[in-house]
């Protein structure tokens, strides 16, 4: 249970986003021990079952990066520079270690300087595979046993089934919480703000499961039982990029005059579309999500078909959420330095574009220094949809 | 029609201080020229790869490779990559990948628009391939995107990826423990790129053929391995900038005896020079390691300036991508089957230096190679090149050298900051001032140690 | 019907621009941006409107533009230099499908359909695409910017400048000419250096005919021929290229007035038009 709490709704979200890590630094105070991990690609069902508070690092837009560059380089995606920044600022003092997953090259190829730099009492790279086939699969599992048991090494206790089964269900109860946050963005207005609903989200990731679903909980009563009306906005847009774990875009977008209404993100719908089934060996439930049940650029599908059912296959999620929530553009937001991502831009802006949805396509650098240039950018996209 | 930009002033022929090196300008061009002869011949045609385990096996099956990284690397040497990088940044694919990446990319969609190659093609031009071979490794995320975006422009051309993870290094447990899963994965995708490729083809696998590829390929790996530890000698016969140029059948033609005899040839000429006391140069005053990093292909010529300065490089880490096999801590030669054989000699490479990282305390094995060769070779610095394109092999440079600060000693060392393909990024003056100041600092550390 | 003017003002990084329009351009003033864009936008607005021999109240509606229309207070509307580029130059040369424009600070392209942006792309970040390239090299040559294009025109044999940076560039040419190559020459290679820039951008938008050219850049007869080399087809320069962005606010000004007439709706205006005394204060 927390220690003070900071109550409930959308005052307690921007309490635990505004200073990310609160809950983290008082439950170590007690007497818990948390893991830091980056990307959603870390199975927190694990980190849970083995008795840790999981705790997703993010970075900071407002700070510039200047500890980071004496030990990496400039060179890998600016999103993980920062989040290293931050650490080697002291941000995150209260983790007792790190999971890093082989998610991409910036994440894997920094582990080293991770581990070695930061000189945590526990780190380990989970060493997913690229390829989602069936052998992939198996291997994969074999290494979440050789995660599991690792970590259980360092919890001093084995991670039982038991305790695997309840953090999945636990995790599947997050999940079902933030879809039905996203029932909020559905209606013209949406209830809820894009900034609003991505503070909520970035707060989640940084507390322990069950707060985190009452603290969604709690947002959803909130907001369904508010009286005023929104004003109106120009258009619904969709946000597609990697981890936005600030709302510096979103608001620059919203207070342009457009709605954020759905999304591809990290925290955000990225995450939340698929549970964990529950299967007799929790393990296989929990490789086959993280494996393949998140649609991200860094997990290779193999193509089954045409290239158009190849395109459905990797992008349909997209064209679902562009009817669902009525979007009118999208926006790609994609890290310079990005190669998962980088790699899809022509692909992805052609299917959008296909569907007759504009695209925006932003290359940005995660800092404030680019708010001017992006703002114009924005402005004239949403000129550009109001003229359609 | 775009009048296309003329390619640079022709840059610089490097100086090559082997007659073996030498040759391989010619080598490559014919295995360029062989590629466009397969594809009128109507030979099946593979994108491809280095250092994907698949050599032996295309080769043991006549597919056709064509080497898409060797093809930009082509380019970037004559400076004429920036064409194919401007048309890849017009699909709207950003500048800061993988240059190789959008050097093929831009090319790929520019030949499919146009229905033929582009204009003046360097070499005759990059081929459209029958299918496509992309590798999910540890190791490069361009390995498994890089098709997958060709296919926009190529959508019925199919790829085929196969996984080929390595054991990570870590504190809590030894390698061991896991490799047999990681054999057992690697053997199943090779195993799936065999079925994949026999339906391609309409070939059935010869294992037995195959089976004589990878004795050749064990072979050369230690002729490989042999050949480059004859550098050790003072004066050093052989330099990193002739040894860009003898990668090409390291990772081009590994699995043919072409490979093969061209090793012997280069280490018989090895010996011959050690027992003339035959150097790179003929005053050798400073030792140094290529520690990390690809070349800037379109600038080789920075190794004769170093040359110039009294400076030789006897040993480097790129694309010395083997080991001899009889080092290895098991009896490969007792694995027969050749997927096995070939995903044990896989596992085992990347592995290979962990045992001596664990017996320092604190160290890494990327620290521990360095640390090798250093001693073996008798090294006075250390050069690396951050390609800003390459996340892959130009992140932890400034980890592997504060590490082995660290662990070991404070060696002058110097990173060199550029790209592989994008000429643009490379300011001439700018290096060598650097390599200027670099030769100071060795000259002052060698003074001192007088 | 009493005639209606509108007005645009674009403060771009390096000029300002004022137009007054009704059915035709009244008036127009272009002077140099500095630091303080508020007293800027004042008294260029007061010389467009001293020319055009109206008052400020003569003005139905003023649109702002470009970087610094958040700093014109009297503007009742402030919209982006994309949508007022493309509505400038729909009117000018309605057969423009692509708006090249090349300013001080920034380059951009614009893809036009039915007279309005349907996509852009924009270089506002590497000072290579745009006109400061050829200010930090006219510099370090010694040139007057406004020569560049001039001067070009004798090249024989352009010289390759390889690098993209500015500043490295700025040291190429400075070298070039101490090597004796002839000033003509290597401006050429300038012009075409920031013409690949230019074209590699546009190029994201799948460039359709006809192409036009506006901004600074479409001043510089090099620049504009170096472009055209690499399109390998002519482009479309407006009399005035440095006005389009202004003509255009004033042109969606017009626009909105209208849309709001035939709908009835009330316009939201700016306050600093209720007061006299102190607007140009």
């Known amino acids: 249970m927390p220690g003070k709490a900071a109550g409930v709704g959308l005052a307690a979200a921007d309490k635990y986003y505004q200073d990310y890590g609160y809950q983290a630094r008082e439950l170590k105070r007690q007497g818990k021990r948390i893991m830091g991990y980056l990307c959603a690609y870390v199975p927190v069902e694990m980190l849970t079952a083995a008795g840790f508070i999981p705790f997703r690092i993010k970075g900071d837009v407002n700070e510039p990066i200047t500890k980071a560059d004496a030990e990496m380089e400039t060179i890998v995606c600016p999103l993980v520079r920062s989040c290293f920044d931050m650490s080697l600022k002291g941000k995150y003092e209260f983790l007792d270690g790190i999971v890093i997953p082989h998610a991409c090259d910036s994440i894997c190829r920094t582990y080293n300087i991770w581990q070695y730099?930061?000189?945590?009492?526990?780190?380990?790279?989970?060493?997913?595979?690229?390829?989602?086939?069936?052998?992939?699969?198996?291997?994969?599992?074999?290494?979440?046993?050789?995660?599991?048991?690792?970590?259980?090494?360092?919890?001093?206790?084995?991670?039982?089934?038991?305790?695997?089964?309840?953090?999945?269900?636990?995790?599947?109860?997050?999940?079902?919480?933030?879809?039905?946050?996203?029932?909020?963005?559905?209606?013209?207005?949406?209830?809820?703000?894009?900034?609003?609903?991505?503070?909520?989200?970035?707060?989640?990731?940084?507390?322990?499961?069950?707060?985190?679903?009452?603290?969604?909980?709690?947002?959803?009563?909130?907001?369904?039982?508010?009286?005023?009306?929104?004003?109106?906005?120009?258009?619904?847009?969709?946000?597609?990029?990697?981890?936005?774990?600030?709302?510096?875009?979103?608001?620059?977008?919203?207070?342009?005059?457009?709605?954020?209404?759905?999304?591809?993100?990290?925290?955000?719908?990225?995450?939340?579309?698929?549970?964990?089934?529950?299967?007799?060996?929790?393990?296989?439930?929990?490789?086959?999500?993280?494996?393949?049940?998140?649609?991200?650029?860094?997990?290779?599908?193999?193509?089954?078909?045409?290239?158009?059912?190849?395109?459905?296959?990797?992008?349909?999620?997209?064209?679902?959420?562009?009817?669902?929530?009525?979007?009118?553009?999208?926006?790609?937001?994609?890290?310079?330095?990005?190669?998962?991502?980088?790699?899809?831009?022509?692909?992805m802006k052609s299917y959008i574009e296909s569907m007759a949805t504009p695209v925006l396509y932003l290359e940005d650098e995660y800092s404030m220094s680019t708010i001017g240039r992006l703002r114009t950018r924005i402005q004239a996209f949403l000129e550009l949809l109001g003229s359609k | 029609?775009?009048?296309?930009?003329?390619?640079?002033?022709?840059?610089?022929?490097?100086?090559?201080?082997?007659?073996?090196?030498?040759?391989?300008?010619?080598?490559?061009?014919?295995?360029?020229?062989?590629?466009?002869?397969?594809?009128?011949?109507?030979?099946?045609?593979?994108?491809?790869?280095?250092?994907?385990?698949?050599?032996?096996?295309?080769?043991?099956?006549?597919?056709?490779?064509?080497?898409?990284?060797?093809?930009?690397?082509?380019?970037?040497?004559?400076?004429?990559?920036?064409?194919?990088?401007?048309?890849?940044?017009?699909?709207?694919?950003?500048?800061?990948?993988?240059?190789?990446?959008?050097?093929?990319?831009?090319?790929?969609?520019?030949?499919?628009?146009?229905?033929?190659?582009?204009?003046?093609?360097?070499?005759?031009?990059?081929?459209?391939?029958?299918?496509?071979?992309?590798?999910?490794?540890?190791?490069?995320?361009?390995?498994?995107?890089?098709?997958?975006?060709?296919?926009?422009?190529?959508?019925?051309?199919?790829?085929?990826?196969?996984?080929?993870?390595?054991?990570?290094?870590?504190?809590?447990?030894?390698?061991?423990?896991?490799?047999?899963?990681?054999?057992?994965?690697?053997?199943?995708?090779?195993?799936?790129?065999?079925?994949?490729?026999?339906?391609?083809?309409?070939?059935?696998?010869?294992?037995?053929?195959?089976?004589?590829?990878?004795?050749?390929?064990?072979?050369?790996?230690?002729?490989?391995?042999?050949?480059?530890?004859?550098?050790?000698?003072?004066?050093?016969?052989?330099?990193?900038?002739?040894?860009?140029?003898?990668?090409?059948?390291?990772?081009?033609?590994?699995?043919?005896?072409?490979?093969?005899?061209?090793?012997?040839?280069?280490?018989?000429?090895?010996?011959?020079?050690?027992?003339?006391?035959?150097?790179?140069?003929?005053?050798?005053?400073?030792?140094?390691?290529w520690g990390g990093g690809l070349p800037s292909w379109f600038a080789l010529t920075d190794f004769n300036y170093f040359n110039s300065k009294g400076a030789v490089f006897p040993v480097e880490t790129t694309y010395r991508m083997v080991e001899a096999i009889y080092n290895f801590d098991i009896d490969l030669t007792k694995v027969t089957d050749p997927l096995e054989h070939i995903a044990w000699r896989w596992v085992k490479y990347w592995t290979y230096w962990y045992d001596k990282a664990r017996k320092r305390p604190g160290s890494h094995p990327d620290v521990e190679r360095l640390i090798q060769y250093i001693e073996d070779y008798k090294i006075d610095g250390i050069v690396m090149h951050e390609a800003f394109s390459c996340r892959t092999w130009h992140v932890g440079l400034i980890w592997q050298l504060n590490l082995l600060k660290k662990v070991y000693k404070n060696m002058p060392s110097l990173i060199l900051e550029s790209d592989i393909v994008d000429v643009s990024s490379y300011n001439e003056a700018d290096t060598r001032a650097r390599i200027d100041a670099f030769i100071d600092t060795l000259e002052a550390v060698k003074s001192k140690g007088r | 019907m009493k005639s209606q003017y509108f007005a645009g003002v674009d403060i771009g990084s390096t000029m300002t621009k004022v137009v007054i329009m009704n059915q035709a351009i009244v008036a127009s003033v272009i002077g140099p941006t500095g630091p303080e864009h508020r007293k800027l936008a004042n008294r260029v607005m007061e010389e467009a409107l001293a020319k055009a021999k109206l008052s400020f109240d003569d003005i139905t509606y003023v649109v702002a533009t470009g970087y610094g229309r958040i700093n014109v207070p009297f503007a009742d509307k402030q919209i982006t230099e994309i949508s007022c580029h493309a509505r400038g130059v729909s009117y000018l040369l309605p057969e423009a499908r692509t708006v090249i424009d090349i300013g001080g600070q920034d380059s951009k392209a614009i893809k036009l359909s039915n007279g309005r942006a349907v996509d852009f792309v924009m270089n506002d970040k590497c000072a290579a695409g745009t006109g400061r390239f050829l200010e930090v090299t006219a510099e370090g040559l010694g040139v007057k910017l406004d020569d560049m294009g001039r001067l070009s025109l004798a090249a024989k044999n352009k010289v390759e400048i390889g690098s993209t940076c500015t500043v490295f560039a700025a040291q190429e040419v400075v070298a070039e000419l101490s090597a004796g190559m002839p000033l003509p020459d290597i401006i050429a290679g300038l012009h075409e250096a920031i013409a690949t820039r230019i074209y590699g951008m546009a190029r994201r938008l799948k460039i359709e005919r006809e192409v036009a050219l506006t901004g600074g850049g479409a001043k510089n007869i090099g620049l504009v021929k170096a472009l055209e080399v690499k399109l390998g087809y002519p482009v479309l320069v407006p009399p005035e290229p440095l006005l389009t962005g202004a003509i255009g606010a004033a042109l969606l000004g017009k626009d909105i007035v209208k849309k709001a007439a035939e709908s009835g709706i009330s316009l939201p205006r700016s306050e600093r038009r209720l007061r006299e005394a102190t607007l140009f204060g």
């Not at chain 1, 494996?291 to 045409?306: D, H, N, P, Q, T």
């Not at chain 2, 150097?279 to 390691?289: A, S």
Request: overall charge neutral; aromatic content about 10%; charged content about 30%.
């Open chain 1, 117 to 347: 730099t930061l000189n945590l009492p526990y780190s380990h790279l989970i060493n997913m595979p690229h390829s989602t086939d069936d052998s992939s699969l198996n291997f994969y599992k074999a290494e979440l046993n050789t995660f599991r048991r690792s970590l259980g090494r360092f919890a001093r206790k084995e991670i039982s089934d038991q305790s695997l089964k309840r953090a999945i269900q636990l995790y599947n109860q997050n999940r079902a919480k933030v879809r039905e946050l996203y029932q909020l963005r559905k209606s013209d207005p949406p209830l809820i703000s894009g900034v609003e609903l991505t503070k909520t989200l970035v707060a989640a990731v940084s507390l322990p499961v069950e707060e985190a679903t009452k603290l969604i909980g709690s947002v959803i009563d909130e907001v369904k039982q508010r009286k005023t009306i929104p004003a109106p906005k120009s258009a619904r847009l969709m946000v597609i990029g990697a981890q936005m774990d600030n709302v510096a875009f979103i608001d620059l977008v919203e207070k342009s005059g457009a709605w954020v209404v759905a999304d591809d993100l990290c925290p955000g719908a990225r995450e939340s579309l698929a549970d964990v089934e529950l299967t007799a060996d929790p393990v296989d439930g929990i490789a086959e999500r993280y494996l393949r049940r998140i649609y991200c650029g860094r997990a290779y599908r193999e193509r089954k078909g045409s290239y158009h059912e190849y395109m459905e296959e990797r992008f349909g999620h997209i064209a679902r959420s562009i009817k669902d929530f009525r979007v009118d553009g999208v926006v790609l937001y994609i890290y310079k330095y990005c190669d998962p991502f980088g790699f899809e831009v022509p692909e």
């Open chain 2, 1 to 289: 029609m775009t009048q296309e930009k003329k390619p640079e002033k022709k840059p610089e022929k490097r100086r090559t201080a082997t007659e073996a090196a030498s040759r391989i300008g010619a080598m490559s061009k014919a295995m360029i020229a062989s590629v466009l002869q397969a594809k009128e011949e109507g030979k099946p045609i593979a994108y491809t790869f280095i250092c994907c385990c698949y050599d032996e096996i295309i080769r043991a099956m006549d597919i056709v490779p064509h080497w898409v990284e060797n093809y930009a690397g082509i380019c970037g040497a004559k400076r004429d990559a920036q064409r194919f990088l401007e048309r890849a940044g017009a699909e709207n694919f950003s500048r800061s990948l993988c240059t190789y990446a959008l050097c093929g990319l831009g090319f790929d969609a520019w030949r499919e628009e146009l229905g033929e190659m582009p204009p003046n093609p360097p070499w005759g031009g990059q081929v459209r391939p029958n299918m496509m071979l992309g590798s999910g490794q540890i190791l490069c995320d361009p390995r498994n995107k890089w098709y997958q975006a060709a296919q926009h422009y190529v959508p019925d051309v199919p790829v085929y990826e196969i996984g080929l993870p390595w054991p990570p290094y870590e504190y809590d447990y030894d390698y061991r423990q896991v490799q047999d899963y990681y054999v057992k994965y690697i053997v199943e995708q090779l195993r799936g790129l065999v079925e994949f490729l026999e339906k391609q083809t309409g070939r059935k696998m010869d294992w037995d053929r195959l089976s004589e590829l990878v004795d050749l390929t064990d072979r050369t790996w230690n002729l490989i391995w042999e050949t480059y530890e004859l550098r050790r000698a003072v004066p050093s016969p052989m330099g990193t900038g002739d040894a860009m140029n003898t990668m090409v059948p390291i990772v081009f033609m590994m699995a043919t005896q072409q490979a093969y005899d061209f090793f012997r040839e280069l280490n018989d000429e090895l010996r011959r020079k050690i027992a003339n006391k035959e150097g790179e140069i003929p005053d050798e005053k400073y030792r140094l390691i």
